[in-house]
Nanobody, 115 residues
């Protein structure tokens, strides 16, 4: 079945950087829209960044200028480059794929920003 596997999370200090990766299996990213969501304790899950099959991107206002979503279709991988991380970025980050309005989720990767 379809699987999305995230990696790259960890513990970093404020101002640090991380690059998250999402690798898909049994699904071809080239033809679908992808996104990164996050959920912090006690908060709703929110869309952080999205990239369409055509390459258009959208970002949560609070991460604009700091985060960049990209994809490498040859590697069937979507990335989220996160720079200048802040404590409020702490959350579990999830990769999401939307194929014909059927959503698929990864298991998530923890990002903790703390001094």
């Amino acid at each position: 079945q379809v699987q999305l596997v995230e990696s790259g999370g960890g513990l970093v200090q404020p101002g640090g950087s991380l690059r998250l990766s999402c690798v898909g299996s049994r699904i071809i990213f080239r033809f679908i829209d992808m996104g990164w969501y996050r959920q912090a304790p006690g908060k709703q899950r929110e869309l952080v960044a999205a990239i369409t099959r055509g390459g258009s991107t959208n970002y949560l206002d609070s991460v604009k200028g700091r985060f960049t979503i990209s994809r490498d279709n040859a590697k069937n991988t979507v990335y989220l480059q996160m720079n200048n991380l802040k404590p409020e970025d702490t959350a579990v980050y999830y990769c999401h794929a939307d194929r014909q309005q059927v959503g698929y989720w990864g298991q998530g990767t923890q990002v903790t920003v703390s001094s």
